[in-house]
């Protein structure tokens, strides 16, 4: 039930996904205690900062995926956070999937797909079950 629009929009957001660079922090080859999560350079005379030449790619704007399928769930429906049967009753199965949170038990997952079945909405992730 995905629109076509929004398909020609996800194959764009992969594409852009697969040209994107991996952004590492400044000097995490020099200082491994840094480690390679993300921080945005800060210093006056910061060469990445300056977009010297062989320096890593800085997170900016222009690597961004397209506004309408951004948060998406690749399939192109948008994923609602499942953690009771209750919560089953606010998803619209013409746009929204379920995702069963982590923390639910085996007993309590095999009865929330009992009944997302029986109303007919999709699980994201149904084969992680235990």
Do not use: C
């Not at 909405?121 to 992680?128: G, L, P, S």
Request: glycine share 6%.
């Amino acid at each position: 039930m995905v629109k076509k629009s929004v398909e020609r929009l996800l194959k764009l957001r992969e594409e852009i996904n697969q040209k994107r660079p991996e952004f590492l922090r400044t000097d995490w080859w020099r200082f491994p205690r840094l480690g390679l999560k993300w921080r945005s350079p800060k210093g006056p005379r910061n060469k990445m900062r300056l977009k010297k030449s062989g320096r890593a790619a800085i997170v900016e704007v222009g690597y961004r995926g397209p506004a309408e399928v951004r948060g998406l769930h690749p399939s192109g429906y948008e994923e609602v956070l499942v953690r009771n049967i209750k919560d089953l009753y606010r998803i619209d199965p013409q746009r929204q999937v379920a995702r069963i949170a982590h923390t639910v038990g085996e007993k309590k997952r095999a009865a929330i797909v009992e009944k997302a079945k029986a109303l007919g909405i999709k699980i994201v992730n149904i084969a992680e079950a235990r």
